[in-house]
């Protein structure tokens, strides 16, 4: 059972969420609301709005959305949605050879070879000019990082139409920025197998409103790099 199932349990209990036809409509549900109803939990993981909130992964959601096929997302500053569905992309397995890429620069990097990080990755497949080799897109610099926050855009799942999204915080591990495009990573760890429509999705449309710029998503597992 996830950390925070009890937690949500009772908010289902209190907001009457077990009685809502998921079939005719998402459920809207504000920070306050899982704040008042939490708020004799002694745990700050069972409390915490943000962490009961943070379900990254299919495996991270509590039983209750297991059990109903339910996720979660962020539509605006406090504000959340319930969903029906599948709101998670499946991150599929490797399965072609990997290729050897030979930097582009013409000295070693040898500060890429210290630690093992996500971030580290990233910095040496930029530096190199793996990302613009793969592209075929030698104006590609590196321009988007840190929280931003997303313009008013709406959309559609398989049940629902024109869900509404608002300055809702979002992240990309890195952004660049070419002519005409923009590119966008998201970096995991070898473990990952599934993430949460939103951290691939409201960037893409936030760049693309900002830009009018074509936005190619790139997923990056670690696993497949190594100098």
Avoid at 64 to 83: A, E, M, Q, R, W
Avoid at 107 to 133: C, N, P, W
Avoid at 167 to 183: A, L, N, P, R
Wanted: contains cysteine.
């Amino acid at each position: 059972m996830s950390k925070n199932s009890e937690s949500w349990e009772k908010i289902f209990r209190d907001l009457k969420i077990d009685k809502h036809d998921f079939n005719k409509s998402p459920f809207n549900i504000s920070a306050e609301q899982i704040k008042f109803c939490v708020k004799n939990f002694a745990k700050t993981s069972q409390k915490e709005v943000r962490i009961l909130c943070k379900q990254d992964s299919k495996e991270e959601r509590p039983q209750v959305f297991i059990d109903n096929n339910l996720f979660i997302l962020p539509v605006k500053n406090g504000g959340y949605t319930i969903c029906k569905g599948d709101g998670y992309i499946d991150i599929p397995d490797i399965q072609t050879q990997s290729i050897s890429y030979k930097s582009k620069l013409d000295f070693e990097l040898k500060s890429a070879k210290v630690g093992d990080s996500e971030m580290q990755h990233l910095d040496f497949a930029y530096a190199s000019s793996l990302i613009r080799t793969f592209l075929n897109d030698e104006s590609l610099v590196l321009s988007i990082r840190g929280r931003k926050y997303t313009p008013e855009f709406s959309f559609n799942t398989n049940i629902y139409n024109n869900i509404l999204v608002k300055s809702v915080q979002t992240e990309v591990d890195s952004g660049f920025e070419g002519k005409d495009k923009i590119v966008l990573i998201e970096a995991k760890n070898s473990q990952t197998k599934n993430v949460i429509i939103r951290q691939l999705y409201y960037p893409m449309r936030q760049w693309h409103i900002h830009t009018q710029k074509e936005v190619i998503t790139l997923f990056l597992k670690n696993e497949a790099m190594n100098f």
